[in-house]
């Protein structure tokens, strides 16, 4: 996407679903502006380019209705941004550790090969640690990203499991875990 502008415009219309303004004021854009970013820095130049390039792109369309403005993103800015949220996840560290780790197991038929191949790879990238193919592990509590990546790839419920344990027998990588996030 062209601009950090552009993808908080398009993040704050996926999150609200649309935003209705009153198109009358001349200050219509500044209004929408301090909607957004909640803040009265405003750049009119950034941000109308950011919102041309929305509406070129196809990723937002506009409906006026009266003297009503209706912005909505479309299912193609719909997919744009669950794209980047997956780009950007991350997995937070709380200040302490709460002494349990995550299983996050997978069951994802050959035939979705593609989807299952980026999911164990962004798993990785997300500092998961492999028990098995299909068997991850995290010390971190992870069930938000993992139904944001089910979401994005089209996982279902069925395929994928998250559960949280204390300890268990015969898995080395427990103490892997523990070295390598200091716990």
Same mark, same amino acid.
């Given at each position: 996407m062209k601009s950090d502008t552009s993808k908080k415009i398009l993040g704050y219309l996926v999150f609200t679903g649309m935003i209705t303004i009153a198109a009358t004021s001349p200050f219509f854009l500044q209004r929408l502006f301090k909607v957004i970013f909640k803040t009265d820095r405003y750049n009119k130049k950034t941000f109308t380019n950011s919102f041309n390039y929305l509406r070129r792109n196809k990723l937002i369309t506009i409906e006026k209705n009266n003297h009503d403005i209706k912005i909505i993103p479309t299912d193609r800015g719909l997919n744009v941004i669950k794209k980047y949220r997956v780009m950007e996840l991350k997995i937070l560290r709380p200040r302490k550790w709460d002494g349990k780790i995550r299983i996050v197991a997978f069951d994802i038929p050959n035939k979705q090969r593609t989807q299952r191949n980026? @999911? *164990?790879?962004? +798993?990785?990238? +997300?500092? @998961?640690?492999?028990?098995?193919?299909?068997?991850?592990?995290?010390? @971190?509590?992870? *069930?938000?990203? $993992?139904? $944001? +990546?089910?979401d994005f790839f089209g996982l279902g419920e069925k395929q994928i499991s998250v559960f949280t344990t204390e300890k268990a027998e015969g898995i080395d990588l427990f103490k892997k875990i523990k070295t390598a996030y200091k716990l």
């Open positions: 980026a @999911f *164990r790879y962004k +798993l990785k990238e +997300l500092g @998961f640690y492999s028990a098995q193919k299909s068997v991850w592990l995290h010390p @971190f509590d992870c *069930r938000k990203e $993992i139904k $944001i +990546l089910a």
